[in-house]
């Protein structure tokens, strides 16, 4: 049985009141409006547990909306259009405040309901965008007159509504609020956590420098080619030269186009706190400048505050493994570094990773700490709340009418259909990638030769077959592991950029009108063909150190594409801003490599430690079929839902971004 919610008064509060009466059904209670679609997908009869407990702490913002949301998309577009008579006329954060931010009157209002549900009101941003509130569950419960309760949900047990949440009629700027439900709790990122991983051998400096007939493993297991054929071991990880020669740009970062004069924002759950000793010492073995506080800069973004109406400084909601996002910050900042060594790096760490993230992006954009922003994480699939979309797209659209560029890796399982063609109803991209204001970034498989050039490059989509008893199991290309995120949006149409370069039968994937496709364009991602990083981990015998290890995902794939973009803007000499536009505006030209499905599989053996770091538990063996093309979306020439136009091309990818 339900337990009838719970009212909690603020002391002489008339609006407390009117919202208690409203839950109960009085005749007297005020008007109330429902907010469509404030419950996610997961919340249902199947999945509920129990009622949360009255006393659990909740942390949420409730957002506000742009005024005049059309004409803010429409000008975000019109300035990120070549050939539009606004190109590039970017509005100042003061400008689009005064054009489309919420009023200070309907803030005013927002905060002073809050207060008289007793809640404790935390941040509102410059933009008015949202007002961040925290109370307890008992709080929510009369305020937005629902239920809140546990539910079981990808392994973890999870608050949500039990229904849609409804505010008075008399507030109709809130157009959603974020963070009564635990969706930000299903937040993926790809990088590992701070335990220490090791590279076992044999692996080698270049692809192809070691193969299973020339190279002999350390504990004599005989590992077998396929078909007759040596098959090459995986690299070690490619450096920072590798990586720049074979995108093509060591000649114009040698020149001083370093991305010198580029400010660059990554944005990620908590703050490592070695970073700047690992870039550092990563930077000195890898021929890169070292980065002083002006050119590493580290800023928290608004989460844990000093709550003005009670003094207490306080973190909405439970924090989550912040160690396990010290390898993403770090591959990250590394990444960004390794393309681009003279740009600028501001890393916005987000108080907890269920709730902050967009206020983390938001703050960026709303202060214009940087040009671009890259983000490695995302939630996999659409199937959110309209709640979460739109307030975080609100903030895509700003970003993009004031010139701020917002990337985000496009994921790591592909269509999210584990490789089954049977899931096919399931097939979806990841949001935010999936945001027609977004620059998806994709994932390939990389190989890079002896003199640091570019010597093929496939879709990433892994399998693996482990080697037992002397042969592979399954046979190749084996299961699919991972792969580059990717697929047709269900809730965004076709965006004008993509009209005529991705091809219908894509965009009308899921029948009727044509719809956004992800992603845009793609590095490299595979993380047996990954790059190497260096980090302070944590080793089984409880000491830590810096040592470095072979990484990937789409969430390398981003990092080194905002490199690169940085290299770009500083060719251009003038902002890109939001870059579709100019990225599909030169599809099929040679500012891309053109990734489509290889003639003959490439495929790579490799090893491992059984305990991830020493050999005192042995090898684990296996072979990597680098595309195994086992899912709903597929590479091929011209535009793919894979790898998108492409990758950057060197030269001609910097001149042709500059519009």
Same mark, same amino acid.
């Given at each position: 049985?339900?337990?009838?919610?719970?009212?909690?008064?603020?002391? #002489?509060?008339?609006?407390?009141?009117?919202?208690?009466?409203?839950?109960?059904?009085?005749?007297?209670?005020?008007?109330?409006?429902?907010?469509?679609?404030?419950?996610?997908?997961?919340?249902?009869?199947?999945?509920?547990?129990?009622?949360?407990?009255?006393?659990?702490?909740?942390?949420?913002?409730?957002?506000?909306?742009?005024?005049?949301?059309?004409?803010?998309?429409?000008?975000?577009?019109?300035?990120?259009?070549?050939?539009?008579?606004?190109?590039?006329?970017?509005?100042?954060?003061?400008?689009?405040?005064?054009?489309?931010?919420?009023?200070?009157?309907?803030?005013?209002?927002?905060?002073?309901?809050?207060?008289?549900?007793?809640?404790?009101?935390?941040?509102?941003?410059?933009?008015?965008?949202?007002?961040?509130?925290?109370?307890?569950?008992?709080?929510?419960?009369?305020?937005?007159?629902?239920?809140?309760?546990?539910?079981?949900?990808?392994?973890?047990?999870?608050?949500?509504?039990?229904?849609?949440?409804?505010?008075?009629?008399?507030?109709?700027?809130?157009?959603?609020?974020?963070?009564?439900?635990?969706?930000?709790?299903?937040?993926?990122?790809?990088?590992?956590?701070?335990?220490?991983?090791?590279?076992?051998?044999?692996?080698?400096?270049?692809?192809?420098?070691?193969?299973?007939?020339?190279?002999?493993?350390?504990?004599?297991?005989?590992?077998?080619?396929?078909?007759?054929?040596?098959?090459?071991?995986?690299?070690?990880?490619?450096?920072?030269?590798?990586?720049?020669?074979?995108?093509?740009?060591?000649?114009?970062?040698?020149?001083?186009?370093?991305?010198?004069?580029?400010?660059?924002?990554?944005?990620?759950?908590?703050?490592?706190?070695?970073?700047?000793?690992?870039?550092?010492?990563?930077?000195?073995?890898?021929?890169?400048?070292?980065?002083?506080?002006?050119?590493?800069?580290?800023?928290?973004?608004?989460?844990?505050?000093?709550?003005?109406?009670?003094?207490?400084?306080?973190?909405?909601?439970?924090?989550?493994?912040?160690?396990?996002?010290?390898?993403?910050?770090?591959?990250?900042?590394?990444?960004?570094?390794?393309?681009?060594?003279?740009?600028?790096?501001?890393?916005?760490?987000?108080?907890?990773?269920?709730?902050?993230?967009?206020?983390?992006?938001?703050?960026?954009?709303?202060?214009?700490?940087?040009?671009?922003?890259?983000?490695?994480?995302?939630?996999?699939?659409?199937?959110?709340?309209?709640?979460?979309?739109?307030?975080?797209?609100?903030?895509?659209?700003?970003?993009?009418?004031?010139?701020?560029?917002?990337?985000?890796?496009?994921?790591?399982?592909?269509?999210?259909?584990?490789?089954?063609?049977?899931?096919?109803?399931?097939?979806?991209?990841?949001?935010?990638?999936?945001?027609?204001?977004?620059?998806?970034?994709?994932?390939?498989?990389?190989?890079?030769?002896?003199?640091?050039?570019?010597?093929?490059?496939?879709?990433?989509?892994?399998?693996?077959?482990?080697?037992?008893?002397?042969?592979?199991?399954?046979?190749?290309?084996?299961?699919?592991?991972?792969?580059?995120?990717?697929?047709?949006?269900?809730?965004?149409?076709?965006?004008?950029?993509?009209?005529?370069?991705?091809?219908?039968?894509?965009?009308?994937?899921?029948?009727?009108?044509?719809?956004?496709?992800?992603?845009?364009?793609?590095?490299?991602?595979?993380?047996?063909?990954?790059?190497?990083?260096?980090?302070?981990?944590?080793?089984?015998? #409880?000491?830590?150190?810096?040592?470095?290890?072979?990484?990937?995902?789409?969430?390398?794939?981003?990092?080194?594409?905002?490199?690169?973009?940085?290299?770009?803007?500083?060719?251009?000499?003038?902002?890109?801003?939001?870059?579709?536009?100019?990225?599909?505006?030169?599809?099929?030209?040679?500012?891309?490599?053109?990734?489509?499905?290889?003639?003959?599989?490439?495929?790579?053996?490799?090893?491992?430690?059984?305990?991830?770091?020493?050999?005192?538990?042995?090898?684990?063996?296996?072979?990597?079929?680098?595309?195994?093309?086992?899912?709903?979306?597929?590479?091929?020439?011209?535009?793919?839902?894979?790898?998108?136009?492409?990758?950057?091309?060197?030269?001609?990818?910097?001149?042709?971004?500059?519009?």
């Amino acid at each position: 049985m339900r337990r009838p919610p719970l009212h909690l008064l603020a002391a #002489g509060s008339v609006l407390a009141l009117a919202a208690s009466l409203s839950v109960t059904g009085s005749a007297s209670a005020a008007p109330l409006r429902t907010l469509s679609g404030s419950m996610p997908a997961w919340a249902n009869a199947a999945t509920l547990r129990s009622a949360a407990p009255a006393a659990d702490h909740v942390g949420f913002r409730v957002y506000l909306g742009w005024r005049d949301p059309a004409a803010a998309a429409a000008l975000a577009t019109a300035v990120s259009t070549p050939g539009s008579a606004q190109y590039g006329q970017f509005l100042s954060p003061q400008s689009f405040r005064k054009q489309f931010a919420p009023t200070q009157a309907d803030v005013s209002t927002v905060r002073q309901w809050l207060r008289d549900q007793g809640f404790i009101l935390d941040h509102t941003p410059s933009n008015n965008l949202y007002v961040a509130a925290e109370g307890s569950v008992a709080q929510v419960e009369s305020a937005f007159s629902t239920q809140v309760g546990l539910y079981s949900h990808a392994g973890l047990t999870l608050h949500s509504p039990e229904s849609d949440l409804q505010v008075p009629a008399s507030l109709p700027m809130v157009s959603a609020v974020v963070g009564i439900d635990d969706s930000a709790a299903l937040v993926k990122h790809a990088a590992p956590p701070s335990p220490a991983f090791v590279n076992a051998t044999p692996c080698s400096t270049f692809f192809g420098e070691k193969t299973t007939a020339n190279t002999a493993t350390p504990d004599g297991t005989v590992v077998p080619g396929v078909g007759g054929q040596p098959v090459p071991y995986t690299p070690c990880g490619y450096t920072p030269a590798q990586l720049r020669g074979a995108y093509g740009v060591t000649d114009a970062v040698a020149a001083g186009n370093d991305g010198s004069g580029q400010t660059v924002a990554i944005i990620d759950a908590f703050d490592s706190p070695t970073i700047v000793n690992d870039v550092n010492t990563y930077s000195q073995l890898h021929g890169l400048p070292t980065m002083n506080a002006a050119q590493l800069k580290q800023v928290v973004a608004p989460g844990i505050l000093k709550h003005p109406e009670s003094g207490a400084s306080k973190a909405h909601g439970p924090v989550q493994d912040p160690q396990g996002w010290y390898g993403e910050q770090t591959l990250d900042i590394e990444a960004v570094h390794s393309m681009a060594p003279g740009a600028t790096i501001v890393y916005v760490g987000a108080a907890n990773n269920r709730n902050d993230l967009d206020a983390a992006l938001n703050h960026i954009v709303d202060e214009h700490l940087a040009s671009m922003v890259s983000n490695s994480y995302g939630f996999s699939g659409e199937d959110l709340p309209p709640g979460i979309i739109k307030p975080y797209n609100d903030i895509l659209i700003q970003a993009a009418a004031t010139g701020v560029g917002v990337y985000f890796s496009s994921g790591d399982s592909g269509d999210e259909t584990g490789g089954n063609p049977a899931n096919f109803a399931q097939a979806t991209p990841d949001w935010p990638a999936s945001s027609p204001f977004v620059t998806a970034v994709g994932g390939t498989a990389l190989g890079v030769g002896a003199a640091n050039d570019y010597q093929f490059e496939v879709g990433w989509e892994t399998g693996r077959s482990n080697l037992v008893n002397g042969a592979y199991s399954p046979a190749p290309p084996g299961n699919f592991t991972s792969g580059s995120g990717g697929g047709t949006s269900r809730q965004f149409t076709e965006p004008a950029y993509q009209v005529g370069v991705v091809p219908d039968a894509i965009a009308t994937n899921h029948g009727g009108a044509p719809m956004r496709v992800v992603p845009d364009i793609a590095a490299l991602a595979d993380p047996n063909t990954g790059m190497l990083i260096g980090q302070t981990q944590t080793f089984p015998d #409880g000491s830590a150190r810096f040592s470095e290890f072979r990484i990937g995902g789409t969430s390398l794939a981003c990092p080194l594409m905002v490199g690169m973009m940085a290299l770009a803007q500083q060719s251009a000499g003038h902002d890109i801003g939001f870059a579709n536009p100019v990225i599909y505006a030169h599809a099929g030209g040679s500012a891309y490599h053109d990734v489509v499905t290889p003639a003959q599989p490439v495929r790579a053996a490799r090893a491992d430690f059984a305990n991830f770091v020493d050999d005192s538990n042995g090898f684990i063996y296996s072979l990597r079929t680098l595309y195994d093309d086992a899912l709903t979306i597929h590479t091929r020439p011209g535009y793919d839902d894979v790898t998108g136009v492409g990758s950057p091309n060197g030269a001609a990818f910097l001149a042709a971004m500059g519009g």
